[in-house]
T-cell receptor
Framework: KAGVTQTPRYLIKTRGQQVTLSCSPISGHRSVSWYQQTPGQGLQFLFE???????NKGNFPGRFSGRQFSNSRSEMNVSTLELGDSALYLCASSSGLAGGPGNEQFFGPGTRLTVL | SQQGEEDPQALSIQEGENATMNCSYKTSINNLQWYRQNSGRGLVHLIL?????REKHSGRLRVTLDTSKKSSSLLITASRAADTASYFC??????????????FGQGTTLQVKP
């Protein structure tokens, strides 16, 4: 199976702009989660989508939003970018089935966002 | 706040030696996982241990879990230069078990010198 893919891999934006990141999960996976990784805060959970519905949400401002399409592909959007949004954004997919064997996450390579 | 705290933050060893990393967490969990990350890239799942398990092995990896102490350890035996990476523990929380919501520790950076 092909792994999780994320596009673009690198992105440079300026403050105030908005950005959309894309994630294609492993075929058959219905759960897509997004994480932000920074040197200061580490890996922080943004949100999770399962079957086109947001199932979990982290503690991020409303400028961070996401959606999931019927083919399980997901996008996240950050509006009104701030310098502190510079980070590696990681997407992960899993089967997402409650009561399943566990919630092992398969991560993509990430999108490195730099806000100037 | 971080659920998991890892110790040590950095570890440097010689090839062939064993590496032990520890993780402590704050709340009850359903399962605990360990991930590896090479130099700012995506994370790779290593092993998952459930709250009712005490020890699990996978190749050169051995994970223990002590729910009474809310702690876990990852042992890499006979380390190789290719094991150089950052290692993270991740836990789920009651109410979001078996979902994509994981709480990660700050990680241990392991350097294995050839």
């Amino acid at each position: 199976k092909a792994g999780v893919t994320q596009t673009p891999r690198y992105l440079i934006k300026t403050r105030g702009q908005q950005v959309t990141l894309s994630c294609s999960p492993i075929s058959g996976h219905r759960s897509v989660s997004w994480y932000q990784q920074t040197p200061g805060q580490g890996l922080q959970f943004l949100f999770e989508y399962f079957s086109e519905t947001q199932r979990n949400k982290g503690n991020f401002p409303g400028r961070f939003s996401g959606r999931q399409f019927s083919n399980s592909r997901s996008e996240m959007n950050v509006s009104t970018l701030e310098l502190g949004d510079s980070a590696l954004y990681l997407c992960a997919s899993s089967s997402g089935l409650a009561g399943g064997p566990g919630n092992e996450q398969f991560f993509g390579p990430g999108t490195r966002l730099t806000v100037l | 706040s971080q659920q998991g705290e890892e110790d040590p933050q950095a570890l440097s060893i010689q090839e062939g030696e064993n590496a032990t990393m520890n993780c402590s967490y704050k709340t009850s969990i359903n399962n605990l996982q360990w991930y590896r990350q090479n130099s700012g890239r995506g994370l790779v799942h290593l092993i998952l241990i459930r709250s009712n398990e005490r020890e699990k092995h996978s190749g050169r990896l051995r994970v223990t879990l002590d729910t009474s102490k809310k702690s876990s350890s990852l042992l890499i035996t006979a380390s190789r230069a290719a094991d150089t990476a950052s290692y993270f523990c991740a836990t789920d929380l009651p109410g979001s078990s078996n979902t994509g919501k994981l709480i990660f520790g700050q990680g241990t950076t392991l350097q294995v010198k050839p």
